[in-house]
């Protein structure tokens, strides 16, 4: 059952629960996680970026730590940005649609993020959260979720190709949130980026410019010189 937000939950209250859940094992959508349960996000309340992605991976499931792999190297390249800025809580969230390893099918590829996530979680978690300044979607998965969380599920295209290359209208479609559908930064998405060369010449110049803006935006807020107006959904310039 999906739970709705409410005005009482806090982002701290949230991820002790979040952190705690083993719905995946004990109440399932279909069959069980076959894995302990290790719930993985870095969220705070004074991010201005967030990172959608899928679900953790092998080694994410082993650290702890989100994008701890090849894909973490390569997104984190495509922001420009290190490791220490890439986990600084601070400044990036981290919350993928599953939050999970959800385990691996018989020909060793990543099942998909489990259902249980979304439905319990999603909604008041990003409810208890002030907007973001940009939210990078990884994944068919994520963008589904974010684009009509925000309103803009008419921009999903029919592939991924298609919603990627959209980029220019998607990232301004929003009032207050710049939002950027991505391919996986897998290895085995480098075909895909052979083919279609336009993503690192034009969308990543774009990207990295952002990125910058929203930390800048976010040290201020961290030094004290910013304050939220929640009745008009904007920050500070």
């Known amino acids: 059952m999906t739970q709705k937000p409410t005005t009482n939950d ?7 629960q979040i952190r705690r859940c083993r719905a995946c094992v004990e109440t399932p959508r279909g069959l069980p996680l076959p894995h302990e349960p290790r719930p993985v996000l870095h969220v705070s309340a004074t991010a201005r970026i967030l990172v959608a ?25 495509w922001m420009g940005v290190d490791d220490e800025t890439f986990y600084d809580e601070r400044r990036i969230a981290i919350a993928a649609m599953g939050f999970c390893f959800p385990g691996q099918d018989a020909n060793g590829g990543d099942l998909p993020p489990r259902r249980e996530c979304a439905a319990l979680w999603h909604d008041r978690l990003f409810a208890a959260l002030p907007p973001f300044d940009l939210i990078l979607t990884v994944g068919r998965a994520a963008q ?6 925000l309103g803009l599920g008419h921009l999903l295209a029919g592939g991924l190709s298609e919603t990627v290359a959209a980029w220019r209208a ?13 391919p996986h930064p897998s290895w085995r998405n480098t075909g895909w ?9 034009e969308v990543l110049p774009e990207l990295r410019r952002d990125v910058r803006a929203s930390l800048d935006r976010a040290a201020r807020l961290c030094e004290g010189e910013g304050t939220y107006k929640k009745e008009t959904a904007e920050w500070p310039k």
């Open 53 to 77: 992605s899928q679900a953790p991976g092998t080694r994410v499931h082993a650290s702890g730590r989100s994008f701890t792999d090849a894909s973490g190297d390569r997104l984190r390249a």
């Open 193 to 201: 980026l052979k083919r279609n060369p336009w993503f690192e010449a």
């Open 144 to 149: 589904s979720y974010h684009f009509r969380r």
């Open 170 to 182: 998607i990232r301004t479609a929003h009032p207050v949130t710049r939002l950027y559908a991505l």
């Open 10 to 16: 806090t982002v701290a209250d949230l991820l002790q």
